[in-house]
């Protein structure tokens, strides 16, 4: 099993323009997340989906939104790029959102907007 | 105020030592607590749920004191390949997402 898949691993934008996260995950997951990490200030979550057809706004949601396509599939969408994007993005899974269920992630993507 | 605060580190230690980290949560409701160990450049991965009596796996062992909202991680007889951040973690009740602490940085010197 490949996991938690995510695309691109790299990306360079300029500001104001926009682009797609993708993510996967094969493992059967009903519950999806996307975090973001920046020096100083740990995981912060984006946006999250419990499962299939939902979706919710995390701590730090402004400037992103998301699709749920399919329940293999999250995207994470920025409409206008700003700089203070740049980050690494994670996405995750796990079975459900509940407390005691293991929270899997991808490798990450690296994003710079200039 | 943050929810969940570590001490960023580094902490150098040779092999064979023993070594702990802290960390604070703010929310008192919090309800699941986390070791996550993440590789420089890589995705974060569990390492161990902490559980309010304490709990062992290995060399690990994590201590959950709620009374002062703190948790703590212990590794003993340190290996080379110990050498990662570890990240602290809470689930406040009734919360569906996860609150990342900063990371401590472990290096293990041979």
């Known amino acids: 099993n490949a996991g938690v898949t995510q695309t691109p691993k790299f990306q360079v934008l300029k500001t104001g323009q926009s682009m797609t996260l993708q993510c996967a995950q094969d493992m059967n997951h009903n519950s999806m997340y996307w975090y973001r990490q920046d020096p100083g200030m740990g995981l912060r979550l984006i946006y999250y989906s419990a499962s299939e057809g939902t979706t919710d706004k995390g701590e730090v949601p402004n400037g992103y939104n998301v699709s749920r396509l399919n329940k293999r599939e999250f995207s994470l969408r920025l409409e206008s790029a700003a700089p203070s994007q740049t980050s690494v993005y994670f996405c995750?899974?796990?079975?459900?959102?509940?407390?005691?269920?293991?929270?899997?992630f991808g490798p990450g993507t690296r994003l710079t907007v200039t | 105020r943050k929810e969940v605060e570590q001490d960023p580190g580094p902490f150098n230690v040779p092999e064979g030592a023993t070594v702990a980290f802290n960390c604070t949560y703010s929310n008192s409701a919090s309800q699941s607590f986390f070791w996550y160990r993440q590789d420089c450049r890589k995705e974060p991965k569990l390492l161990m749920s902490?559980?309010?009596s304490g709990n062992e796996d290995g060399r690990f062992t994590a201590q959950l004191n709620r009374a002062s909202q703190y948790i703590s991680l212990l590794i003993r007889d340190s290996k080379l390949s110990d050498s990662a951040t570890y990240l602290c973690?809470?689930?406040?009740?009734?919360?569906?997402?996860?609150?990342f602490g900063t990371g401590t940085r472990l290096t293990v010197i041979p």
């Open positions: 973690v809470v689930r406040p009740t009734g919360a569906n997402n996860l609150f």
């Open positions: 995750a899974s796990s079975l459900r959102t509940g407390p005691n269920y293991e929270q899997y």
């Open positions: 902490v559980y309010s």
